[in-house]
Nanobody, 122 residues
Framework: QVQLVESGGGVVQAGGSLRLSCAASGRTFSRYAMGWFRQAPGKEREFVAAISPSGSSTYYADSAKGRFTISRDNAKNTVYLQMSSLKPEDTAVYYC???????????????WGQGTQVTVSS
């Protein structure tokens, strides 16, 4: 079992930055691929970024490339999403997710956090 708790969301002006964190429970964090997803009102949950268990490989949605950076600290059981040049269309609830070993860019993750709200004002 893995429990995930996101933090770092908030309200920011367009062009600003935020860093989301996701703290995971358990002693096997380094065996899990981690992903960030988001869901805006009335829309489906969509992939944002993912990282391999070792952190050596990262994957991004086209909307995130060049603006967002995913990273992890396995010693701290934490994955991060650094977001910059934020746009109003980035407004959504952001979720982190975990699945054993293999990175995917779909919602096929086994464990999910409760989400953190990000609001970008224009």
């Amino acid at each position: 079992q893995v429990q995930l708790v996101e933090s770092g969301g908030g309200v920011v002006q367009a062009g600003g930055s935020l860093r989301l964190s996701c703290a995971a429970s358990g002693r096997t964090f380094s065996r899990y691929a981690m992903g960030w997803f988001r869901q805006a009102p009335g829309k489906e949950r969509e992939f944002v970024a993912a990282i391999s268990p070792s952190g050596s490989s990262t994957y991004y949605a086209d909307s995130a490339k060049g603006r967002f950076t995913i990273s992890r600290d396995n010693a701290k059981n934490t994955v991060y999403l650094q977001m910059s040049s934020l746009k109003p269309e980035d407004t959504a609830v952001y979720y982190c997710a975990a699945r054993a070993l293999v990175v995917v860019t779909t919602t096929l993750y086994n464990y999910w956090g409760q989400g953190t709200q990000v609001t970008v004002s224009s």
